[in-house]
């Protein structure tokens, strides 16, 4: 499983974007990046998922470099229920072992 | 649907003490996990089920026991429950342990004194 690196916490103000950056310098041919939130006293939600390039949808877009050693979250115009625990992980899609790493996260907190 | 639900919410135990934590999915997935969460931690894989009628240790498996009781149900057992124990509990789901998306559901906080 590829470790993820990424800030301990962030703060913005409502209606700003949010980038939030992972390193995974050890990540495998085959894995992918995953993007999780989690609000307090909740389990994590899973937010969006991708090999390389972007990807967006309806919450979030996902950038990924060519050489996928790091990935880049972000948040369009964010609101104060955006304040979260953001976790960046890498793993085998194609594993029938299921297992995700996570690591620590990035607490977003949004100001008014 | 009610997704995956998780029974109790919230449970004190003495050291020693045993207990059953359960998790129920209502998907139809194959994979089911549990997960801890210490404060300011991630989850840590505990157990997992890739299908019915399978388990396998994940990261942290010292201290319990599971049991896939069928497709729907995969419950957790704590046989003698210590302090170190303390924490939030995960269950979550996916269809095919593929890790396309994982479900969780809102979690168990067990304290054991």
């Known amino acids: 499983l590829a470790k993820t690196t990424q800030p301990i916490s962030m703060d913005s103000y409502e209606g700003q974007e949010v980038n939030i950056t992972c390193s995974h310098n050890n990540i495998a041919t085959n894995d992918y990046i995953t993007w999780y939130q989690q609000f307090p006293s909740q389990g994590p939600r899973f937010i969006i998922q991708?090999?390389?390039t972007k990807v967006t949808n309806e919450v979030a877009s996902l950038f990924i470099p060519a050489d996928r050693k790091s990935s880049t979250l972000s948040l369009p115009r964010v609101s104060l229920s955006d304040t979260a625990v953001y976790y960046c992980?890498?793993?085998?899609?194609?594993?029938?072992?299921?297992?995700?790493?996570f690591g620590r996260g990035t607490q977003l907190t949004v100001w008014p | 649907n009610a997704g995956v639900t998780q029974t109790p919410k919230f449970q004190v135990l003495k050291t020693g003490q045993s207990m059953t934590l359960q998790c129920a999915q209502d998907?139809?997935?194959?994979?089911m996990y549990w997960y801890r969460q210490d404060p300011g931690m991630g989850l840590r894989l505990i157990y997992y089920s890739a299908s019915e009628g399978t388990t396998d240790k994940g990261e942290v498996p010292n201290g319990y026991n599971v049991s896939r009781l069928n497709k729907r149900e995969f419950s957790l057992r704590l046989e003698s429950a210590a302090p170190s124990q303390t924490s939030v509990y995960f269950c979550?789901?996916?269809?095919?342990?593929?890790?396309?998306?994982?479900?969780f559901g809102p979690g168990t906080r067990l304290t054991v004194l």
């Open positions: 991708g090999y390389k």
């Open positions: 998907m139809n997935h194959n994979s």
């Open positions: 992980l890498a793993s085998n899609r194609g594993s029938t072992l299921g297992r995700l790493y």
């Open positions: 979550a789901t996916d269809p095919a342990g593929t890790i396309n998306e994982q479900f």
